[in-house]
C-alpha cells in the first residue's frame, strides 16, 4: 500500500498529477473510493480541468463498494435492511417485550443509533456480555440497564436475519469476505482510496482486505498538529502499520492553512495575520444578509468567481429559509440542497389532516380545514363559513343536525342554497366518519396500506400540480413502507397502523435544491469537507453552534463506549466528538486560499447576547485582532445599517430605501415657494426673490438641470426598446426621475420594517390570490353562477392557501402583524371581488388572461413609439369580443379619470386600451378594448375607476400631443427637474436630485420646455 498524506489541498494536486501522469493507457481503468458525492463531484471537476477529460475513472463510495463486491460474488447477499421506518418498528416490537424502558418515538431513535454505532464497529453480543462482567462496571444498577440492552441489540439481530434482510454489518462483512480475487477489483489497475479520516470497523476491514491482495494508493488527509488529534489514533494505529510506502506530501503554507493548524496550539504563537474579516449582526437574518454582501465584495472588489467562494456552516438549518431569497434578491448564484419537514408543504399537510380527522372526533375547525380545502375532491369553499358560523364543534351527532339549524334569513333561496350546501356537508362527513374505522382497526398491514391508499384516492381531487404529485408519490412511499411492517408482524393492532403512518409523515423531509454551474457552494462544513475555494465566508461563528455540542447518549453510555475502546473497538465517545469539530474547522478553514469572512451574532433576534465562538476569539488573536472591535459591526437600525455596506453592493430594493430612510424629501418651504401652478404669474418671482438664498439668477438649462444633448443612450433606448405604461409615467411626471432610474436602474424603495410589509410584496401577495380566485372560478365554469356570498367563500381558501401561518419569515414581519395583515387582505379582496363579480356577470366577461405582456407601435400625432407592458387582467366578452383591461392599485383615485391621466399621469387606462387595440397578439386577434378600470384593493366603497373607450377617443388628440411633445425632449436629451410631492415623497432618488438646489429649480421652471408641459392640462 502507497501512503500519501498532507492537507486536502496537496493530497488533491498529487492526486491529479498521479492521475495525469501514470494512468497513460486511457483504456486503463482506476477505481476512487472517497467518502462522499460532493467530494466526488469537486474531484472530477479538477481531474477534468488539468487532463480535458476523465476517461475510465470510477467513483464510488463506501457502501456502493461494498455493493459492487457483493454484485460480484457468487453467494449473493441478502437486501439491506432499509434505513427507515421499517427499522424503527422492528426496534418497537422489541421494546415492547424486552426493555422495562417506555416504548417512546425518542427511545426507538436512540436504540436504532445505539444498535447501528455497535455493528458499524462489529461489536457483537459476546463482546458485550464480556464488558458487563468487566469490574469496571461495578453498579449491580449498571448491570441490571446493560444487560437489559444487550437482549434487545441480541433480538434486533435475530429479528432482522429472520426477516430475510442483511443488516449493515452482515452486508459489509460479506463484501470483506469476497475481496480476494473478486473479478470487480480487477477491472481496475489503480486502486485509490481518497479523503477519508476515520472508517467504521465494517469500513476498515473491507479496506484492509483490499490493500491486503491489491495494489491500492491511500491519500490520506493528517497533518501531525493538534487539529488532527481527532486522526491521530486511526492514523498511526490503523493505517500506518499497512503502508509500505509512505510521503508526507509538501506543506501547503498559505496563511489559512496555517492558522486552520495554530489556533489550536498554546495561545502564545506569534500574529499569522491571515486575510479575514470579522462581522458583528443581529439575527439569523443580518447574518445571510452580511455573507450576501461579502461575497458581492469579494466578486466585484477582489474578482473572485462565485464558483470558487463557499459559504460555511456547521449546520445550515437556521439559514435554509433566508438563503435562497436574500441571495436571489443580490443576484447571487447558489447551489444548495436543503431539507425542509414535509408537513410544511401544504398538499402534505392537507393528507395528514385528512387522515387524523377521525381521531379528533370530526372536530369543527378541522373538518372545515380538510373539506374546505381546495385539495378536498367533493368540497365546496363556501362550507367553511357554514361550518365555522354553525355551533358545531364536533361529534357525529352534531354534524347530523347541522342542515336543520335556524338559519337567519329572510331569503328562500339563501335558505335553500344553506340546506344543500348543509346536507352536502353532512353527507361527506359520514362518508368519511365510514371509512376511517378500516384505518384505524386491527389488521394485515398491507391490506391497510391499501385502504389509505384508496381512502386518499376517494377524497383528493385528481388535477392536482405536478410538485403536488411528486409529494404524493413521497406519501404513498411512505404508505408502502408501513405495508411492509408485515415482514416483521402480520397484523397491525387496533390504531397501530395509522399511528406508524401519521409519525412517518411527521418526520418526513423533501429538498429544495438550486444548482448553477457558477454558483457559490452553500453546504455545512462537513458535506463540504476536503473541497477547496479561493474565499469563503463563515455563518454562525457563535458558542453552541460552531463547534457544535455533542449530546451524551443516554443508551449506550459513555462509560461503556470509552470500556469498548480500550479492547481495541473503533467505537467514538462523546470527548473525541469535540475533537472531531476542531479537525472540521480546521479542514474547512484551510481549504480557503485567499480571503475568508467570519460571521457572529452580538444579540440574536430576541435581543439576547450571544457568544462568539471559541475557534473565532483564536482565529482573532492569530490574526492580531480584538472580537470587541471586528472589522464591520452592522446596526440594528436600518438605515444605519444600509449605509455601512459601499453602496454599489446594495441591491435595487436597498438602494432605494438607503436614498428613502437616509435623505428627507424636499422641504416644504421649497414646495410653498415653488408653486408650478404660480409660475405664470410675478407671485413665483417675487416669492423668490424675498429670501435671500433664492435669490440666485443664471441662463438657460445645462448638464446639472438634466440636459444630456442628443444621441443620447437614454433616447436611443426608446427608440429600439420603446417606452412602459410606468417610465411613461416617470416622463410625464418628472423627466430626470425617468433619466436617474434608466442610469441607476433602481425600484421604488421597500419599507424595511418589521411592523409593515413592502408595498410591492403586498401587491405581488394581492395578485396572487385574485390569480388563483378568477383563474378558478372561470375553469369550472362558475363565473355566471356565483352569487357575492360564495364567490368570498371560494375566494377565502384561495387566501389561505397563500397567507399561510409561516409565511412571515418571507418578509421580515413579526408574526402577530402578519396575522392583522392577513385578515385585512382577505376582507379587503373579498370586498373587491364581491363588488367586481357582478361588473363581469352583468358584462358577460371573462377575466381570460393574468399578468399579461402587451406589445404595440402606437402613433403620436405622427410620432411612432412601441409601447409594452404588462397589465394586471384583460376581461373578454367571448361573444363580442369586447375587452376591459383591469389595473389593481392599492386606493381609489379620487379626481376625475381625466385629471388623473394629464395631471397625475396614470396611464395605464388610455395605453391598455390603445395596447389592445393596435396589437397583433395572436391570443388577442379580433378583440377590442372598450374599458380600463382600476380597481381599488383597500377601497371600502365601489372599488373600480372607469375609462371608457368612447371618453378617450373624446381627448385623443391632447393627450397624443402631450405625449408626442415629452418623446421629443427626451430624444433631444432634455430630462427637467420636476419636483412634485407626492411624487417626491416617494422617489428613491432623493440623493443625488438637485430638487433641492434653487437655481437648479429656477432654471428647470422657467425654460420654455417647462411651460409648455404644463399647457398640457386636463380638458374641461
Not at 377524497?459 to 404529485?469: A, C, K
Not at 457558477?518 to 457563535?542: E, S, T
Not at 424629501?665 to 424675498?690: G, M, R, S, V
Not at 394586471?872 to 383615485?893: A, H, M, P, Q
Amino acid at each position: 500500500m502507497r501512503l500519501f498524506t498532507g492537507s486536502f489541498r496537496a493530497l488533491e494536486e498529487h492526486f491529479i498529477n498521479f492521475i495525469s501522469k501514470e494512468k497513460q493507457n486511457p483504456l486503463d481503468r482506476a477505481l476512487v473510493v472517497l467518502p462522499s458525492a460532493r467530494l466526488q463531484n469537486s474531484l472530477s471537476k479538477a481531474l477534468a480541468r488539468k487532463s480535458g477529460f476523465i476517461s475510465a475513472v470510477d467513483f464510488a463510495d463506501f457502501q456502493n463498494l461494498a455493493a459492487s463486491l457483493n454484485a460480484y460474488s457468487p453467494d449473493k447477499a441478502n437486501a439491506l435492511l432499509p434505513a427507515n421506518a421499517l427499522q424503527d418498528f422492528i426496534i418497537k416490537d422489541i421494546l415492547n417485550q424486552y426493555s422495562s424502558l417506555p416504548v417512546s418515538r425518542g427511545y426507538r431513535t436512540l436504540f436504532k443509533s445505539a444498535f447501528r454505532d455497535l455493528i458499524a464497529a462489529e461489536i457483537t453480543v459476546k463482546d458485550l456480555l464480556l464488558l458487563m462482567e468487566s469490574d469496571e462496571i461495578p453498579s449491580q444498577e449498571q448491570k441490571k440497564q446493560l444487560s437489559e440492552f444487550i437482549v434487545c441489540y441480541d433480538q434486533y439481530l435475530r429479528q432482522i436475519r429472520k426477516d430475510g434482510f442483511d443488516s449493515y454489518g452482515d452486508f459489509f462483512k460479506k463484501a470483506a469476505g469476497t475481496v480476494k480475487n473478486n473479478a470487480y477489483l480487477k477491472k481496475f489497475k489503480y486502486i485509490i482510496f481518497y479523503g477519508f479520516y476515520d472508517l467504521t470497523a465494517l469500513q476498515y476491514n473491507v479496506f484492509k482486505e483490499i490493500a491486503a491482495d491489491f495494489e491500492v494508493s491511500v491519500y490520506f488527509p493528517y497533518l501531525d498538529t493538534p487539529a488532527y488529534s481527532f486522526v491521530k489514533n486511526f492514523y498511526e494505529g490503523s493505517i500506518l502499520p499497512l503502508a509500505q510506502y509512505k510521503e508526507a506530501l509538501p506543506p501547503d503554507n498559505s496563511p489559512f492553512r496555517q492558522a486552520a493548524c495554530d489556533i489550536f496550539l498554546p495561545s502564545d504563537n506569534e500574529a499569522l495575520n491571515p486575510d479575514i474579516r470579522i462581522i458583528g449582526v443581529s439575527g439569523v437574518r443580518d447574518e445571510v444578509n452580511a455573507a450576501a454582501k461579502e461575497i458581492l465584495t469579494l466578486k466585484e472588489k477582489h474578482h473572485i468567481a462565485f464558483g470558487e467562494i463557499a459559504l460555511f456552516a456547521r449546520t445550515m438549518d437556521p439559514y435554509k429559509y433566508d438563503i435562497p431569497a436574500i441571495f436571489a434578491r443580490n443576484k447571487i448564484p447558489v447551489n444548495y440542497s436543503f431539507e425542509f419537514p414535509l408537513l410544511s408543504h401544504p398538499f402534505a399537510a392537507y393528507i395528514y389532516n385528512l387522515l387524523n380527522l377521525g381521531r379528533n372526533d370530526f372536530y369543527s375547525a378541522d373538518a372545515a380545514a380538510v373539506v374546505a380545502s381546495p385539495y378536498f375532491k367533493e368540497g365546496r369553499r363556501e362550507w367553511r363559513d357554514i361550518i365555522r358560523n354553525s355551533g358545531i364543534t364536533g361529534g357525529l351527532s352534531q354534524w347530523s343536525g347541522l342542515a336543520n339549524l335556524y338559519i337567519n334569513s329572510k331569503n328562500e333561496e339563501e335558505k335553500r342554497l344553506y340546506r344543500a350546501n348543509a346536507a352536502q356537508i353532512t353527507q361527506t362527513i359520514q362518508a368519511l366518519a365510514n371509512f376511517y374505522p378500516t384505518l384505524e382497526e386491527a389488521g394485515d398491514f398491507e391490506f391497510l396500506a391499501e385502504k389509505a391508499n384508496s381512502f386518499i384516492e376517494a377524497f383528493t381531487r385528481e388535477d392536482i400540480e405536478d410538485y403536488e404529485r411528486n409529494i404524493l408519490e413521497k406519501i404513498r412511499k411512505i404508505i408502502r413502507q408501513t405495508a411492509s411492517f408485515s415482514q416483521v408482524r402480520r397484523r397491525a393492532q387496533k390504531g397501530e397502523f395509522l399511528d406508524e403512518l401519521l409519525w412517518a409523515m411527521k418526520e418526513e423531509t423533501f429538498a429544495k435544491t438550486s444548482e448553477y454551474s457558477d454558483g457559490v457552494q452553500a453546504a455545512d462544513i462537513m458535506a463540504l469537507r476536503g473541497q477547496h475555494f479561493k474565499a469563503a465566508v463563515f455563518l454562525g461563528m457563535n458558542e453552541g453552534l460552531l463547534p457544535a455540542t455533542p449530546a451524551p447518549d443516554p443508551i449506550l453510555k459513555e462509560e461503556y463506549r470509552t470500556l469498548l475502546q480500550k479492547v481495541g473497538f473503533l467505537i467514538h465517545n462523546q470527548n473525541e466528538r469535540y475533537f472531531e469539530e476542531k479537525l472540521l474547522f480546521s479542514l474547512a478553514l484551510s481549504s480557503v486560499a485567499e480571503k475568508c469572512s467570519f460571521i457572529f451574532e452580538r444579540s440574536g433576534d430576541d435581543g439576547k447576547t450571544k457568544i462568539p465562538s471559541l475557534y473565532l476569539s483564536r482565529l482573532a488573536q492569530s490574526a492580531g485582532k480584538n472580537l470587541k472591535s471586528p472589522d464591520l459591526s452592522l446596526s440594528r437600525r436600518e438605515s444605519e445599517k444600509l449605509a455601512q455596506w459601499p453602496f454599489e453592493l446594495l441591491n435595487q430594493e436597498e438602494a432605494a430605501s438607503l436614498a428613502a430612510l437616509k435623505f428627507p424629501a424636499a422641504k416644504q418651504a421649497l414646495y410653498t415657494a415653488f408653486n408650478p401652478e404660480e409660475l405664470p404669474d410675478t407671485l413665483l418671482e417675487n416669492q423668490l426673490e424675498k429670501a435671500p438664498f433664492l435669490a440666485f439668477k443664471s441662463p438657460g438649462l445645462n448638464a446639472y438641470d438634466g440636459v444630456i444633448g442628443h444621441s443620447n443612450a437614454l433616447a436611443e433606448k426608446i427608440n429600439i426598446k420603446g417606452l412602459s405604461p410606468s417610465n411613461l409615467r416617470a416622463l410625464w411626471l418628472c423627466p430626470a426621475s425617468y433619466m436617474f432610474k434608466n442610469i441607476i436602474r433602481s425600484n421604488e424603495p421597500p419599507e424595511y420594517d418589521r411592523a409593515k410589509i413592502p408595498a410591492n410584496a403586498k401587491g405581488t401577495l394581492h395578485h396572487e390570490i385574485l390569480q388563483k380566485f378568477y383563474i378558478y372560478v372561470t375553469k369550472n365554469k362558475l363565473l355566471d353562477k356565483l352569487f357575492t356570498g360564495a364567490a368570498g367563500d371560494i375566494f377565502e381558501e384561495f387566501s389561505n392557501s397563500s397567507l399561510t401561518a409561516e409565511r412571515y419569515k418571507e418578509y421580515g414581519l413579526y408574526p402577530l402583524v402578519w396575522k392583522d395583515l392577513c385578515k385585512d387582505i382577505k376582507k379587503n379582496l373579498r370586498h373587491l371581488i364581491e363588488a367586481d363579480l357582478p361588473v363581469l356577470q352583468q358584462n358577460n366577461l371573462t377575466p381570460s388572461f393574468f399578468e399579461y405582456h402587451l406589445e404595440a407601435e402606437a402613433d403620436f400625432d405622427g410620432v411612432k413609439l412601441k409601447l409594452h407592458g404588462e397589465t394586471d387582467r384583460i376581461d373578454i366578452n367571448k361573444e363580442t369580443l369586447f375587452c376591459r383591461v383591469v389595473d389593481y392599485k392599492s386606493g381609489k383615485e379620487d379626481s376625475s379619470m381625466l385629471k388623473a391621466i394629464f395631471e397625475k399621469g396614470i396611464l395605464q387606462p388610455p395605453l391598455y386600451m390603445l395596447m389592445i387595440n393596435e396589437s397583433k397578439d395572436k391570443n388577442l386577434q379580433g378583440c377590442k378594448a372598450q374599458s380600463a378600470s382600476l380597481l381599488a384593493v383597500e377601497e371600502e366603497g365601489n372599488p373600480e375607476k372607469s375609462f371608457s373607450l368612447s371618453e378617450y377617443e373624446a381627448v385623443r388628440e391632447p393627450f397624443e400631443r402631450a405625449v408626442k411633445y415629452r418623446l421629443d425632449l427626451a430624444r433631444e436629451g432634455v430630462f427637467l427637474i420636476t419636483p412634485c410631492e407626492d411624487t417626491c415623497k416617494y422617489c428613491a432618488f432623493a440623493d443625488i436630485c438637485r430638487k433641492d438646489h434653487v437655481p437648479s429649480l429656477r432654471r428647470a421652471a422657467l425654460s420654455a420646455q417647462a411651460v409648455k408641459l404644463r399647457s398640457f392640462n386636463a380638458p374641461k
